[in-house]
């Protein structure tokens, strides 16, 4: 259930933003993120869902939850821990706080609450429909945050902490930003990156690996965008409006660089570890894929384990040619089940004899690197929506060792003579993510929150079925059938929640 006071927290990391300018009891202030994304439509188009969440999560962290997380961080070098200052204690309502969970587990028709949706057929021709609409949402939300809500005779207020969903839906359709990845290119430096300067001269590189990047003083600098897009008018920082546009993890590794890294198969299979040592196979790029797949196929089975992938091709790992840097067109699902298989034969490598010195470097890295990413995720779930100081500072060596890792493994490949881990914006996007729980953590915050909160895996899950929705109904009254069905399932979804918690004597 929710906890009246996590405006309160976020003032030790956002003390910025105006909600602890207005002296209202931040116990009736109710946090709110905007998402939004396209899934496939009627008539092969798409069909795009706007809808509204709290950050709050349904279920309690289990009374009993415990984390090695502090004896991780002894293990490290002391010199690379940020903020080091004791933590704690904990006053009673920090410790209601560490209660709190994220959003990432339940039904996603519970804790996602869907606004609008629309054919591509209206936005594409008449984008004027869709930027209406999104200011009609904008004007509530700054209304909600200013003059509330009165219900059974107390007033609730909103706020708004954060717009999620995939970097091209926020550049594109939310925030019409003028620095993203897009425009990235070999030759002008136009700049990556919402939030900070990264790209646009030589001397702020986008994909600097550092505990204090140079970018790091060109953050919040310079707007993003031509004119303030109608969401980013809703009151949330008024010197840094587009702090309000937050990175999530599931695209920028699971559908980012995670599929980078899974590219690693092509590599092994041109390295000839699909091959018959007796020799007799085909050396062509497709045989090997296919004996890999072969290989991945039979670790699945004896794993138990399911994918979606039904085979491996050079069109999957987009591969036109083998100078190409290679990444698995894989759901974010397949992608960490193709990085723990990865591991798998990594270790089995890694006991051959007589491996070449640069493959067994190769190897080494590689491994440390997919178990650095596999502990940050494990870290993020596990935990509630807070972090102690002792896990931010956790997750933030994870992280890192991730981008430490991925850039060697970029370097050395090319020093092998080969094209892979391609150093992209998403890569420089998980630094950010990195650099705030540093900036947090250097800070006496004593919470610290945890980045698993801007996820988008269980709106991509809303987005799905409510598209599913899409493809039943007429296309003539497509946006209201679509709202009615969708809302008929949540009532019946909300009733048996409410059922379960009442048997079990929770608070409704």
């Not at 939310?174 to 990845?181: E, F, H, M, P, Q």
Request: charged share 20%; proline share 5%; aromatic share 10%.
């Amino acid at each position: 259930m929710q906890h009246p006071n996590e405006p309160e927290q976020k003032r030790q990391t956002h003390s910025s933003h105006p909600v602890f300018d207005r002296g209202l009891d931040l116990g009736t202030t109710i946090p709110l993120a905007f998402y939004s994304d396209e899934g496939k439509g009627p008539k092969r188009g798409n069909f795009v869902v706007v809808a509204i969440e709290s950050p709050i999560g349904l279920e309690d962290v289990a009374a009993d939850f415990t984390c090695t997380c502090e004896d991780d961080v002894k293990k490290a070098s002391q010199q690379f821990v940020p903020g080091q200052q004791a933590a704690g204690p904990y006053t009673p309502m920090e410790e209601a706080a560490l209660q709190q969970n994220h959003t990432c587990k339940g039904h996603s028709y519970l804790t996602r609450h869907v606004l609008f949706g629309l054919p591509d057929w209206i936005y594409k021709h008449h984008p004027e429909v869709l930027e209406k609409m999104t200011q009609q949402v904008a004007d509530e939300l700054s209304m909600l945050f200013t003059s509330g809500l009165e219900v059974a005779g107390k007033l609730y207020t909103a706020c708004l902490v954060g717009i999620k969903g995939d970097l091209k839906q926020i550049a594109e359709k939310i925030a019409y930003l003028n620095r993203y990845y897009a425009r990235l290119g070999p030759v002008s430096y136009n700049g990556v990156c919402a939030h900070c300067m990264a790209g646009t001269s030589p001397s702020l590189p986008f994909d600097e690996i550092s505990h204090e990047p140079s970018w790091a003083s060109t953050l919040h600098q310079q707007r993003p965008w031509a004119s303030t897009p109608a969401l980013c008018t809703v009151p949330h920082d008024n010197d840094a409006p587009e702090r309000v546009l937050k990175y999530d993890m599931f695209h920028l590794f699971k559908v980012g660089l995670g599929r980078d890294i899974c590219g690693s198969l092509v590599l092994l299979a041109r390295l000839g570890y699909y091959d018959d040592p007796n020799g007799g196979d085909d050396l062509n790029i497709r045989a090997r894929l296919n004996r890999c797949f072969q290989h991945f196929k039979l670790w699945r089975m004896a794993a138990g384990k399911t994918a979606a992938v039904r085979y491996f091709s050079a069109s999957l790992f987009n591969l036109k040619r083998l100078s190409d840097f290679a990444w698995s067109n894989t759901k974010g699902s397949d992608t960490m089940l193709l990085l723990e298989y990865l591991s798998f034969y990594l270790t089995i490598l890694l006991r051959r004899p007589n491996l070449p010195a640069t493959h067994v470097v190769l190897f080494r890295v590689l491994k440390k690197t997919i178990g650095e990413s596999q502990k940050a995720f494990n870290l993020m779930y596990k935990h509630g929506l807070w972090l102690r100081r002792a896990c931010a500072q956790n997750l933030y060596l994870r992280l890192m060792s991730v981008l430490s890792g991925y850039q060697y493994l970029a370097q050395h490949a090319l020093t092998m003579g080969m094209t892979f881990y391609a150093l992209k914006p998403k890569f420089h996007a998980i630094h950010h993510v990195a650099y705030e729980l540093r900036v947090a953590l250097l800070t006496d915050a004593k919470l610290i929150p945890n980045p698993i909160t801007w996820n988008c895996e269980m709106g991509e899950d809303l987005i799905g079925r409510v598209c599913a929705l899409s493809l039943k109904v007429s296309v003539t009254t497509i946006s209201k059938r679509v709202l009615q069905r969708h809302f008929l399932k949540k009532a019946a979804l909300i009733r048996r929640h409410r059922k379960n918690r009442s048997m079990r004597k929770l608070r409704l």
